[in-house]
């Protein structure tokens, strides 16, 4: 394990032990899995560019029941070709990168939700955003996570979503070509993006450490 793999686990980790010291039943704990993919030069507007399997796991602290916070890690694929952009002369580049990663993010359900609830399942549309950082290729790259989805909870601790999520990074050599300024502004602002579509499921915790039912 080299020294950016001990500095991602060590963000989730960290996380998650600040997150048992506070947490009163209010933990979500599960997996990400889905298709990533990039946007950038080679690709500016299609979703589902050379679309790519990833997978992670997920923490969740629920402040109540519309707000959250969360920390999670990703490895994924992103890929392209020159050949699919309309660059000219194509400059004749394939590329195909790994990520892992780690974020943190808030959430807001417009609809409150409670997976311990199990008189009536619900479904609520919601929001997030936050800070992340992933290893690439050799380069570290910060970059800002945003997106949504929809969320269901039958009940008995049970929470599946359905997200996409955007990931605007700072870095213009994912696909190992930055265009030249030539006054033309490309639609992604000369950085490019991955992306992340998928299935995700969590489970409440249950705490079983607290003293009185009250605090519960």
């Known amino acids: ?14 996380g998650m032990t600040q997150f ?16 990533t993919y990039y946007y950038g030069e080679f690709n500016e507007v299609m979703p589902l560019y050379s679309p790519s399997f990833g997978m992670g796991v997920i923490f969740r602290y629920n402040i109540n029941q519309n707000y ?19 660059i000219i002369p194509d400059p004749g580049i394939n590329f195909s990168k790994n990520i892992i990663g780690a974020e943190a993010m808030g959430e807001f359900n ?9 008189r009536k399942a619900k479904l609520s549309p ?5 800070f992340g950082i992933a290893q690439m290729g050799t380069s570290l790259i910060f970059h800002i996570p945003f ?13 599946f979503a359905l997200e996409w999520r955007f990931h605007k990074t700072f870095n213009d050599k994912i696909d190992d070509y930055s265009s030249p300024n ?35």
Do not use: E
């Open 1 to 14: 394990m080299n020294t950016t793999h001990r500095i991602l686990l060590s963000v989730i980790l960290i």
């Open 20 to 35: 048992d010291v506070i947490a009163q039943d209010k933990r979500d704990f599960g997996i990400q899995a889905g298709a």
């Open 68 to 86: 959250s916070i969360r920390a999670s890690a990703i490895y994924a694929t992103v890929s392209g070709t020159s050949s699919s952009s309309s």
């Open 110 to 118: 417009f609809f409150p939700l409670n997976p311990t609830n199990s």
């Open 126 to 130: 919601y929001v997030n955003a936050g």
């Open 147 to 159: 997106g949504g989805g929809l969320k269901f909870t039958p009940g008995q601790r049970h929470t």
């Open 182 to 216: 030539d006054g033309r502004k490309p639609f992604l602002h000369n950085n490019d993006w991955f992306s992340f579509i998928g299935l995700i499921y969590t489970y409440r915790i249950p705490n079983n450490s607290y003293i009185c039912p009250a605090y519960k």
